[in-house]
């Protein structure tokens, strides 16, 4: 069974550009979560959607969105980039909102320059 | 509070030696708290993970010990091996997870 699947696995964008983001989750599981990882850190929570509606966004500006289609895979969309944006992107996917049982996908590294 | 404090920031542990991690949490309506390894250029991976009405779980090698009333919980690494090398996060929470900063972990032969 495939796991948590993320693309493209890296990207470099240049400042004031937008980015797409996207993961497929696992089989069977309907929430999407989205973390941003930065060097050295753990990773820090932008959004929760599940059943295609938002149920959780964390400390990041407008820039950031999100949506989650039909099949529950979910884009991540981060426009007019900043070079502070640079970071590894992580899709986790669980079953429902309810607490644990969360898989991370290896991540879209994202380069702004 | 939203923090989880965790210590200590890079640790060097013999082979077969015992690893210990520590995190602290302040938010008592936490009710979830997981362990997860991370290998350089892959996502976190689920190691263990445990609820606040036990105060141990082992599993293999890896046991967390739970102290709820000292807001507390430990990762101990029993037997460490070089393949044990990784970055460690504790993390809290419901939705969302809220994790440390992490613990790079060196086993060394």
Known sequence: DAGVTQSPTHLIKTRGQHVTLRCSPISGHKSVSWYQQVLGQGPQFIFQYYEKEERGRGNFPDRFSARQFPNYSSELNVNALLLGDSALYLCASSLGTGTGGYTFGSGTRLTVV | QQQVKQSPQSLIVQKGGISIINCAYEN??????????????????????????????????????????????????????????????????????????????????
């Open chain 2, 28 to 109: 008592t309506a936490f009710d979830y708290f997981p362990w997860y390894q991370q290998f350089p250029g892959k996502g976190p991976a689920l190691l263990i993970a445990i609820r606040p009405d036990v105060s141990e779980k082992k599993e293999g090698r890896f046991t967390i010990s739970f102290n709820k009333s000292a807001k507390q919980f430990s990762l101990h690494i029993m037997d460490s091996q070089p393949g044990d090398s990784a970055t460690y996060f504790c993390a809290a929470g419901a939705t969302p997870l809220v994790f440390g900063k992490g613990t790079r972990l060196s086993v060394i032969a």
